[in-house]
């Protein structure tokens, strides 16, 4: 019940904050409805979720929600630096480091669940997630993302990022196949982070204009961190 009533506090606030009355927020040439201090508040909240569900799981739920909550709380770091709330020399160098450490909690702990499950990791949906996403992440990258104009450092940061991420989402992928029900919802969770982390890609990096680009990024991230985080609960509750 407790978990339950975050979400739905989550997901009132979010909505609130994008189509209430409120004033749009200019960021970095991007404009949002979403303030910054809503989006570090519902990041935070997830954080918590994620400490909650780990602390009510048992069996398999149980190695997936204790790697999800290091995820997310890596994430919520990388949230902070994004928003320059942490100040780091490169805010998107920064930012991609943390996220990249909140994805490998990600992977490990698909990977222990489908351990703890008596599944394979390696499998054909495995390979069929790597290629898609591999075709996605690196693709987009040169066609969309890629700025020559921009620091090395980032245009490459931002091809080993993307590419990490589709590892990520591909065994995600994976777990979901294997294991079905609500672990679909970590594969969709997934796959709406590589929307988010693309549109990143293509304003911050890129350059390219869209109209409240940050509050699109936002609810694609917060989606795909929901899918993530809350799957565990789905799946502990018989889901």
């Known amino acids: 019940m407790?978990?339950?009533?975050?979400?739905?506090?989550?997901?009132v606030v979010f909505v609130g904050a994008w189509l209430g009355p409120w004033g749009e927020a200019?960021?970095?040439g991007t404009t949002g409805r979403v303030t910054r201090p809503v989006r570090m508040l519902v990041s935070a909240s997830l954080?918590?979720?994620?400490?909650l569900i780990y602390r009510d799981a048992g069996g398999v739920v149980f190695r997936y929600a204790a790697w999800v909550s290091l995820g997310m709380a890596a994430s919520f770091v990388g949230d902070l630096i994004m928003a320059r709330l942490i100040p780091?020399?490169?805010?998107?160098?920064?930012?991609?480091?943390a996220f990249?450490?909140?994805?490998?909690?990600?992977?490990?702990g698909y990977v222990r669940t489908l351990h703890a499950a008596g599944q394979p990791v390696v499998g054909p949906a495995l390979w069929l997630g790597l290629l898609g996403y591999g075709v996605v992440t690196v693709g987009g990258w040169w066609v969309a993302i890629r700025?020559?104009?921009?620091?090395?450092a980032v245009n490459v940061g931002a091809l080993v990022y993307g590419s990490w991420i589709g590892v990520m989402a591909s065994v995600a992928l994976a777990l979901a196949s294997a294991l079905g029900g609500a672990w679909w919802a970590t594969a969709a969770g997934a796959l709406s982070f590589v929307a988010s982390d693309f549109l990143i890609g293509l304003t911050d990096i890129r350059g390219v204009r869209i109209r409240r680009a940050n509050d699109w990024i936002w609810v694609t991230y917060v989606a795909?961190?929901?899918g993530i985080v809350y799957a565990g609960w789905l799946a502990g509750s018989g889901g």
């Open 100 to 108: 990249g450490v909140g994805h490998a909690c990600y992977v490990t």
């Open 147 to 152: 700025n020559p104009q921009r620091e090395q």
């Open 47 to 51: 954080v918590l979720a994620a400490l």
């Open 2 to 11: 407790v978990i339950a009533t975050l979400w739905i506090a989550q997901v």
């Open 26 to 28: 200019g960021e970095l």
């Open 224 to 226: 795909g961190q929901m």
């Open 88 to 97: 780091v020399p490169s805010r998107l160098v920064g930012g991609m480091v």
